[in-house]
């Protein structure tokens, strides 16, 4: 199986600021990788796939990056709605999930 | 839109096998994706279980290939998922999922199940 992990666990930032998430793969994953938002009692979001493809509807302050075994997520100006949990998925290789991070406001 | 929303007993025995449902709505089954379970255990590690394809093929996670099996019935555009012989280690919350070129685009609200005698 291809592990993944995620970093942080848990994350505090302001509102408008930037922040990253990070996934790395035990193996190089080709870019087979997306992003989910998650808020409580609600189904996960699809935001990014292929690494860095904005999924349609997804505000552009998103954006995905990586290659090989190294992936990242960046929220820019960080807005109130978007403290949830985030975690990545990839599917190069059967599919297998980071274990998320909770992001909360400061 | 594509909706999915999945039903069963939250309350399983130990040895006794698990049934769920996946109602699909604003799409037929049979025409695209790939349709999957996943589950998510207490303290978050989310695990792929399975899929049936819209052709009705399957693919299961090799973790759980002798004890999961995922159906389908087109007339009423369900999916369902079958674990058997489950253990307290099968608590979790249960999602079906479409997928396609690998991601999961839609997901359902997810139903919890908890293994106990």
């Known amino acids: 199986d291809i592990q993944m992990t995620q970093s942080p666990a848990s994350l505090s930032a302001s509102l408008g600021e930037t922040v990253t998430i990070e996934c790395r793969a035990s193996?190089?994953?080709?870019?087979?990788l997306a992003w989910y938002q998650q808020k409580p009692g609600k189904s996960p979001q699809l935001l990014i796939y292929?690494?860095?493809s904005l999924h349609t509807g997804v505000p552009s302050r998103f954006s995905g990056s990586g290659s090989g075994t190294q992936y990242s997520l960046k929220i820019n100006s960080l807005q109130s709605e978007d403290v949830a949990s985030y975690f990545c998925q990839q599917y190069y290789d059967y599919d297998t999930f980071g274990a998320g991070t909770k992001l909360e406001l400061k | 839109e594509i909706q999915l929303q999945e039903s069963g007993p939250g309350l399983v025995k130990p040895s006794q096998s698990l049934s769920l449902t996946c109602s699909v709505t604003?799409?037929?089954?049979?025409?695209?994706?790939?349709w999957s379970w996943i589950r998510k255990f207490p303290g978050n590690k989310m695990e792929w279980m399975g899929y049936i394809s819209n052709s009705g093929s399957t693919n299961y996670n090799p973790s759980l290939k002798i004890r999961i099996s995922i159906t389908r019935d087109t007339s009423k555009n369900q999916f369902f998922l079958q674990l058997n012989s489950v253990t307290t280690e099968d608590t979790a919350t249960y999602y079906c999922a479409s997928q396609g070129l690998g991601r999961f685009d839609y997901w359902g609200q997810g139903v919890m199940v908890t293994v106990s005698s």
């Open positions: 292929n690494a860095n």
């Open positions: 193996e190089d994953i080709y870019n087979g």
């Open positions: 604003g799409y037929t089954i049979t025409s695209g994706y790939d």
